[in-house]
Every structure is written in C-alpha cells, then in structure tokens.
C-alpha cells in the first residue's frame, strides 16, 4: 500500500518564492530517498502565500524513515519565512 503526505505551508505575506526557494535543497535531497515516489512542490494559483508539498511513499515504513531523517536534519529551512500557524500535513491511503 502506498502513502501519500499532503503537506500545506503558509508563507508570510509576500515571501512565497523566498520560502519555495529555501525549500529546494530538501526536496532534492529526499528525491534520492528509498521509497520516495514523488516529493514536489506545488505553488497555489489561488492564494499568493500557500504552497502545497505532494508526497508518495511506497509504504508506511519508508515515510516513516523519511519523518526520522527530517528530525534528524533538525529545522525544515525556511522557517523564517514561514506564517504562525502556517502549515498542517494530512497522510492519505493510495
């Protein structure tokens, strides 16, 4: 069974690109990730601050390892630019 991670982050006004761009270095590291199916961020035509990361992992396991790494990482870059409150992440069944 496949898992796929919604991940929703708001970006202070005005600092959506400052903070994709920040983004950039861990999406291209979790790319290379066992079990990583897809990692992409997507910028919202709607709201000039949100962002939305997509995610799909093979199985539980392995997005369970990737979770474990980013701890181990420390701070998901970008934070400063990142809204109080800006963010919340939803896993779904595929």
Sequence with gaps: ??????VTLVAKPGM???YANALRGTIDITHGEDGCEQYELFQSNEDPDKLVLLERWTSAEHLDA????MRARGPIPGGEFRAEGGGNFERYEV
């Design 1 to 6: 069974m496949a898992l796929r991670l919604v």
């Design 16 to 18: 959506r690109d400052a």
């Design 66 to 69: 990737h979770m474990e790494t």
